[in-house]
Every structure is written in structure tokens, then in C-alpha cells.
T-cell receptor, first 114, second 109 residues
Framework: NAGVTQTPKFQVLKTGQSMTLQCAQD?????MYWYRQDPGMGLRLIYY???????DKGEVPNGYNVSRLNKREFSLRLESAAPSQTSVYFC?????????????FGPGTRLLVL | KQEVTQIPAALSVPEGENLVLNCSFT??????LQWFRQDPGKGLTSLLL?????REQTSGRLNASLDKSSGRSTLYIAASQPGDSATYLC????????FGAGTRLFVKA
């Protein structure tokens, strides 16, 4: 049981390049999330998927797209990377939208856009 | 719009001291409030989750309280140890989850 996994761990991109961040969970969770974390700030929600087949925008969706490939996998795509997208990206999952459920986080992807 | 604030932003204490971290939020319509620990360069580890109907949760040397009416939660750490050094984040879950910026804790041996 690996929990939430993310690939890659580190990535350096040039401005204008594209890439996809991968996230997978093996806990049979329904909801999945993508956050970004910048220095001195808390995590900010980029996109989320409440259930398989649905995706919705979070606080900071501009410049990103997502795909909920199946129940296990939720990917985040940067079509044309910008230096402002330099950040640490975390994927999280939760079983359902009830009070007692805990979010589980992946180890993060550190992205540098030059 | 939910806003979450954590005070202080950073804290340095000697080993063995009891300490309190604070989290305040503006919208009391929440499902739960969760405290996380984050070590440098690592992901988030859940410490305690308090449901909206609960007042507190305890795990070992950690105790978290929730007062929805005042929009406040505290994380109490008893007998702090150098291994407690990390950033502590609170997250308030309503329709969406909103995080505070965190408190960076350093416990000196």
C-alpha cells in the first residue's frame, strides 16, 4: 500500500515548455486534489476531482489543466510553463466528503521554470 | 471567502517547553479542521483531525481544540523535543480545503 505517489520528484523546464505531473493513489479514494505551495504561503488548490469523471477549478487554475484518468490517477498538465509556475506541487486524495475523512498527501513535485 | 491565519509565523523554544500554535478562520461553516506537520522538502503528515461537531482531539503529546463560534483552533504540544522541529499547517475543510501559511517551529536541544 503506497498511498499517494507522484512523479517526477524534480523537474526543470524552460519557459514555454509543457509537462504533465502524474499522481496515483491506491486507497480507492473518490476525491483527488492538486495543490501548489509557494514560500511563505499555505497550499493553494489548483484543481480537484470530487469523483471519477468530474473535475473542477480551485483557487489558482490559470495555466493548468487536469485529467482524472480513472479512479486511481489524476494528472496535472502545464501547457506552456511560465516562471510564475515555479513551485512545489502536491497531490492529495480523500475517500469521501464526510466530516471524519483525512486527506492523504503525496511527497510533492518540485518544479523550476527558467 | 474562507481565510485561514496562523500565528506565530515562526517560533523557537527550548526543549521541554509546552507550546501553543494558533489557527483562526473566518467562516465557521466547516466539515473539519486538520493539523499537519511538514518536514523540510517533504510532504504533509496528518497529525489530528477535529470534526465540526467535536471540541478537541488528542494524540500523545499533541492536543488540538476547535471553537467554531470564535473561528479558532489551537495545537498544544507538551514537553517539546528537537524532533518536533517542523512546519505545522492547519487546514479548514468546507466545500474546499483552505490552508494557513504555517508556523515554523524550532525546538532547541
Amino acid at each position: 500500500n503506497a498511498g499517494v505517489t507522484q512523479t517526477p520528484k524534480f523537474q526543470v523546464l524552460k519557459t514555454g515548455q509543457s509537462m504533465t505531473l502524474q499522481c496515483a493513489q491506491d486507497m480507492n479514494h473518490n476525491s483527488m486534489y492538486w495543490y501548489r505551495q509557494d514560500p511563505g504561503m499555505g497550499l493553494r488548490l489548483i484543481y480537484y476531482s470530487a469523483s471519477e469523471g468530474t473535475t473542477d477549478k480551485g483557487e489558482v487554475p490559470n495555466g493548468y489543466n487536469v485529467s482524472r484518468l480513472n479512479k486511481r490517477e489524476f494528472s496535472l498538465r502545464l501547457e506552456s510553463a511560465a516562471p510564475s509556475q515555479t513551485s512545489v506541487y502536491f497531490c492529495a486524495s480523500i475517500r469521501g466528503q464526510v466530516e471524519g475523512e483525512t486527506q492523504y498527501f503525496g511527497p510533492g513535485t518540485r518544479l523550476l521554470v527558467l | 471567502k474562507q481565510e485561514v491565519t496562523q500565528i506565530p509565523a515562526a517560533l523557537s523554544v527550548p526543549e521541554g517547553e509546552n507550546l501553543v500554535l494558533n489557527c483562526s478562520f473566518t467562516d465557521s461553516a466547516i466539515y473539519n479542521l486538520q493539523w499537519f506537520r511538514q518536514d523540510p522538502g517533504k510532504g504533509l503528515t496528518s497529525l489530528l483531525l477535529i470534526q465540526s461537531s467535536q471540541r478537541e482531539q488528542t494524540s500523545g503529546r499533541l492536543n488540538a481544540s476547535l471553537d467554531k463560534s470564535s473561528g479558532r483552533s489551537t495545537l498544544y504540544i507538551a514537553a517539546s523535543q528537537p524532533g518536533d522541529s517542523a512546519t505545522y499547517l492547519c487546514a479548514v475543510r468546507g466545500f474546499k480545503t483552505i490552508f494557513g501559511a504555517g508556523t515554523r517551529l524550532f525546538v532547541k536541544a
